[in-house]
């Protein structure tokens, strides 16, 4: 099943992927355990809301990135345009 996802996934979107399952995976305990006690622990409210910053940050930077490479590509392709002086 991992090779499937390997093939199916890029590494990004597979890390990604990871990261988003964990999220749920401890979302859906706590859950369950406010349900059973009515409590939330410090330490898994952290946990959550550290996955929640790690998913907003990956955007983020997934952001910068394509507007990087975006601006990178309009340069060059300005400077390929221009009429070059010898």
Known sequence: MKQMLRQ???M???????IIVGFFITLG???YKYAVTGIIDETVSNLLLTFIYIIA???????VKEYA??????HL???EDSPQKD
């Open 77 to 79: 392709q300005r400077r």
């Open 8 to 10: 199916c996934l890029s």
């Open 57 to 63: 940050a990956i955007q983020v930077t997934n952001h």
């Open 69 to 74: 490479v975006f601006k990178n590509t309009a």
């Open 29 to 31: 305990v706590t859950m």
């Open 12 to 18: 990004d979107e597979y890390r990604i992927s990871a």
